[in-house]
């Protein structure tokens, strides 16, 4: 999948799992905290992978199962603190964590288990051609680029018209 349905998606399921629990994050926040998640695993191994060499798609340690359960981990410690400290923050490493899940689930990772649960199956990572042609004749990732826009653009004009958050355009937790 490309960035805008990486992006798009993470941030609607957030927005809406924010919407349905009444929380009210700051939205600047809350969108650079999620739409950084969402594409935190290719910031990580896109480059990597590139650098050294590896033609399996650029999916390496941060597409492991090893590596959400590490976010998740800090992301924990992290609300606990925010929370302890009443933080207005305190909701946002757990959104964190849900859109590096997100991004695994979207990448449909469990095809490639040899990736997903590493170092399960030993060290080394698939080899391959890496090519971002496959992506644009894949209805799936067109699909899920056309939805992740739809969603982009819908939260912008919420961001614009002051109707962002629940509680209204002064915010919350």
Do not use: C
């Not at 941030?11 to 629990?21: D, E, M, N, T």
């Not at 359960?69 to 929370?83: D, E, G, K, N």
């Not at 449909?108 to 004749?137: D, I, K, N, Q, R």
Request: aromatic share 12%.
């Amino acid at each position: 999948m490309f960035p805008l349905g990486h992006v798009g998606i993470a941030l609607g399921v957030a927005f809406a799992l924010v919407r349905i629990l009444k929380k009210s994050p700051d939205p600047k926040m809350f969108i650079v905290i999620v739409g950084v998640a969402a594409v935190l695993p290719d910031l990580i191994d896109k480059p990597i992978g590139l650098l050294y060499g590896f033609q399996g798609g650029g999916r390496l340690v941060a597409h492991t199962l090893l590596f959400s359960v590490i976010v998740m981990a800090v992301s924990l410690v992290a609300w606990r603190v925010a929370t302890r400290r009443e933080l207005a923050i305190s909701f946002l490493p757990l959104l964190f964590t849900l859109a590096v899940w997100i991004h695994l689930l979207l990448d449909l990772m469990w095809e490639v288990p040899e990736v997903l649960l590493w170092p399960a199956y030993g060290l080394g990572f698939p080899t391959g051609e890496f090519s971002w042609g496959h992506l644009t004749a894949s209805p799936y990732a067109m699909a899920g680029e056309v939805v992740g826009a739809i969603i982009l653009v819908y939260l912008a004009l919420l961001l614009f018209l002051g109707r962002f958050n629940v509680e209204g355009p002064e915010g919350g937790t």
